[in-house]
């Protein structure tokens, strides 16, 4: 006999997971949630439910969020519900919502981790939809049974073993007739594909499985070799990745990596495969990359906006859009050194209140210990400045000069002299 508890606890040690924390999870009504939910409290875990009622059908969905409640009642479990009209694409509509609603509960309950209910079944339907849109072998592995904060202990079980458990155990639960409307991509496959596959071969559910544990070792494993194999061609940098094409190493290395940052398989292929100018981006959900003179440099996606913050002459501090700290003093330093992150003007030839913008096309500074004014772009250039780096740089401006390129040089024309009376004093606390 199956020894739920056991494998149960076992995921949470594999996965370094303490058994200590308050878990928030994922509760439908259905066998899968409900009876992961028994299971979690006889297991010993603190865990806290939510419910999404979508009323898609009416009273039966009104009758799973009564059971919830009942039960949660009854077995002394802190339950979160919410009632949501959907209107646009159902399932795609209905997990924004729940992981939303997921998240906020978590973060209001300090919560750190989210168990949602998916279970082995879920993940062979997984496998053929990842199959059929012509995935790779990460898409082949399945559902992950730990991304972020979200973990799913019920992968280590099938429909038919929650079943059992939830029977064994009298667990109650509703059966959500929607699930054999095989207008659903997911249904179909569950109800016209694999359910067919499991009654001809006895041990489908269990191959099914077991290949795709072999998968998902043997893509770690691949993992593994290909981050040794770019090991001496990649450095990190300012949170951005930094990476030296090198054509003797196989073009299938390059497409594997940048494929874990979600580019796809095709945009993955033409980055590689084509020479590009200096300035191209790709662009995925997360991250994008660019073509830096011979580098490439993944970061995380980033839309160059129009910043402008005012700073008057009692501000002290400011978050936004970076950490600055701002000091007005009468007794001016022997020594000082103007650095990348703290730099030292002459207060009497500051007009309040001071701008922090993006830089743009066209400005100019005059450099400090320069005669003359240069452009902010030359300036970039000649410190070799990702291009990345560039659309987060920052000017500081008084009355229409910019006194200071954050980060760089100062403005010449407002350094301290031996007139100086008071110094103003800026430095960058955060990044």
């Not at 910019?402 to 009376?421: A, E, H, Q, R, S």
């Amino acid at each position: 006999m199956i020894d739920y508890q056991k494998i149960f606890l076992a995921f949470l040690h594999e996965n370094k997971i303490p058994s200590n924390e308050t878990f928030l999870m994922g509760v439908s009504g259905g066998v899968d949630s409900m009876s992961l939910l028994h299971l979690s409290q006889t297991c010993g875990l603190k865990v806290i439910a939510a419910h999404v009622n979508y009323q898609l059908r009416k009273k039966e969905s009104d009758l799973d969020e009564k059971l919830v409640i009942e039960y949660c009642h009854a077995n002394n479990i802190e339950l979160f519900t919410k009632r949501v009209d959907i209107s646009k694409n159902v399932q795609v509509e209905a997990r924004e919502i729940r992981y939303t609603f997921f998240h906020q509960i978590a973060n209001q309950k300090k919560c750190n981790y989210i168990m949602t209910a998916h279970h082995q079944n879920d993940d062979h339907e997984t496998l053929l939809l990842h199959l059929i849109r012509g995935s790779g072998m990460k898409g082949l592995k399945g559902i992950p049974k730990k991304r972020s904060n979200i973990i799913r202990p019920g992968i280590c079980f099938s429909k038919k073993q929650l079943l059992n458990y939830a029977k064994l155990n009298k667990v109650p639960y509703r059966e959500d007739q929607s699930n054999r409307e095989v207008k659903y991509d997911r249904n179909f496959l569950r109800n016209n594909v694999l359910s067919p596959i499991y009654k001809r071969f006895d041990q489908a559910e269990k191959g099914i499985t077991q290949s795709m544990r072999y998968i998902k070792e043997d893509y770690i494993l691949l993992e593994e070799l290909i981050n040794e194999k770019l090991e001496k061609n990649i450095k990190y940098e300012n949170k951005n990745i930094k990476i030296q094409h090198d054509k003797s190493i196989n073009p299938l290395c390059y497409i594997h990596y940048l494929k874990a940052f979600g580019f796809n398989h095709d945009q993955a292929e033409n980055w590689v495969s084509n020479p590009k100018q200096s300035g191209k981006i790709m662009v995925a959900k997360e991250y994008q990359i660019t073509q830096d003179r011979n580098f490439w440099i993944i970061s995380k996606k980033f839309e160059k906006k129009d910043v402008k913050v005012e700073i008057s002459n009692h501000c002290e501090m400011i978050k936004e859009p970076l950490g600055l700290s701002f000091q007005t003093s009468e007794d001016i330093p022997k020594e000082y050194t103007n650095t990348n992150n703290v730099v030292f003007f002459d207060a009497d030839k500051l007009s309040f209140p001071l701008t922090i913008r993006t830089w743009k096309n066209g400005d100019k500074i005059r450099p400090l210990g320069m005669e003359g004014s240069k452009k902010i772009s030359d300036i970039l250039i000649d410190k070799k400045t990702p291009l990345i780096e560039k659309d987060k740089t920052y000017v500081i401006t008084s009355d229409g000069h910019i006194i200071w390129l954050i980060g760089y040089i100062i403005n010449d024309l407002f350094k301290i002299n031996n007139k100086t009376k008071r110094v103003y004093k800026i430095e960058r606390i955060s990044s």
